[in-house]
Nanobody
Framework: QVQLVESGGGLVQAGGSLRLSCAAS????????MGWFRQAPGKEREFIAA????????YYADSVKGRFTISRDNVKNTVYLQMNSLKPEDTAVYYC?????????????????WGQGTQVTVSS
């Protein structure tokens, strides 16, 4: 198993930036493709971004493409989500996720492992 802990959420004004981090412990971090999801109040959890085990491939939801960047550091066992040009509609709880297969994110399959989430609030 892998344990995931997110950090970096907070309150930011529209147009601002935040960087989320997700620290992993447990089994080998580089064995997992990592992803970010978010859930706004009253809405279903939605996919945001994914990165392959080596970091060589990334995949984004259309809603964040060009504004958000996912990256990972396999030495620090951490995955990041850099969020720029934030909008009020980006307000949500953001979750880090892990899966052995990058294709899971592309095919819309639910990852195996989840963090507890971190709140991001964007004010207008």
């Amino acid at each position: 198993q892998v344990q995931l802990v997110e950090s970096g959420g907070g309150l930011v004004q529209a147009g601002g930036s935040l960087r989320l981090s997700c620290a992993a412990s447990g089994r080998t971090f580089s064995s997992y493709a990592m992803g970010w999801f978010r859930q706004a109040p009253g809405k279903e959890r939605e996919f945001i971004a994914a990165i392959s085990r080596s970091g060589g491939n990334t995949y984004y939801a259309d809603s964040v493409k060009g504004r958000f960047t996912i990256s990972r550091d396999n030495v620090k066992n951490t995955v990041y989500l850099q969020m720029n040009s934030l909008k009020p509609e980006d307000t949500a709880v953001y979750y880090c996720a892990g899966s052995p297969y990058y294709s899971d994110y592309v095919k819309g399959r639910r990852p195996d492992y989840w963090g507890q989430g971190t709140q991001v609030t964007v004010s207008s």
